[in-house]
């Protein structure tokens, strides 16, 4: 479905992603871990077009996208949750969601795709007329999320979904994520949460300085010693 190889990334001179290589197949849970400025969400980036490899290529379904403007890259069907859930703190919960359906004219598929989120998030139908910037982190996540569903995406990446949230609300966000592959989509989950991430993914991968070091599947991963002694803490 998704598939980079040998894709080299530069911010100025500073080289950020080196020869990386990744493989995503359709219905999986893929997990990218590693330290801060490993180059996860720089490989995020990269996929959604906000950024250009120098070198290298980035296929979703057969297609090369590298250089892709990012707003047809959406309409091909990939949805990027990002870092820090990055909502519009003025505009109230619905007007949120609906810019994540900016892309789409089908009116009766967009109202489906909102009231699924309602049922979905229930505290975001109760919250919808509300100030986005007034709802807590975890409800921030939420909307981030629903946000993203109403691209009706085929790919979804999320990027540090448990990043600032409580432990309890790290679980539901890994909860919600699971029901998401379940219901159909692919996911490419980036966190720096290693035992949350590999516990959840059908395969992962370890990027260190913008290199991957280690790929398997999540369980091959949880167990390697490398593994958890630098990410696990064990």
């Not at 197949?25 to 893929?30: A, F, K």
């Not at 997990?31 to 720089?42: E, F, Q, R």
């Not at 403007?69 to 870092?83: F, N, Q, S, T």
């Not at 990446?157 to 966000?173: A, K, N, Q």
């Amino acid at each position: 479905m998704l598939k980079l190889q040998n894709v080299d990334v530069f911010y100025g001179k500073v080289q950020a992603l080196s020869d990386v290589c990744i493989n995503v197949e359709q219905g999986q849970i893929v997990a990218l871990v590693g330290s801060n400025g490993a180059g996860k969400s720089t490989t995020l980036k990269t996929i959604s077009g906000l950024l250009k490899p120098s070198r290298g290529s980035v296929e979703y379904k057969g297609q090369h996208i590298a250089g892709l403007a990012p707003d047809m890259i959406v309409k091909l069907g990939i949805g990027h949750c990002p870092e820090e859930r990055h909502v519009w703190p003025q505009m109230t919960v619905w007007e949120n969601l609906m810019m994540g359906a900016y892309s789409r004219n089908d009116k009766d598929g967009i109202e489906r795709d909102l009231q699924t989120n309602y049922e979905i998030f229930p505290k975001l139908l109760a919250r919808k007329t509300q100030k986005a910037g007034s709802l807590s982190g975890g409800e921030q996540q939420m909307l981030a999320i629903g946000r993203t569903l109403m691209i009706r995406p085929d790919l979804v990446m999320f990027d540090e979904p448990s990043l600032g949230l409580s432990p309890l609300f790290v679980e539901h966000t890994a909860q919600i994520i699971r029901d998401i592959n379940k219901n159909g989509r692919t996911i490419l989950l980036v966190e720096q949460n290693a035992q949350m991430a590999l516990k959840m993914a059908h395969k992962a991968y370890v990027l260190e300085s913008g290199r991957i070091v280690l790929e398997g599947t999540g369980e091959e991963l949880l167990f390697n010693p490398y593994v958890k002694k630098a990410y696990l803490g064990i």
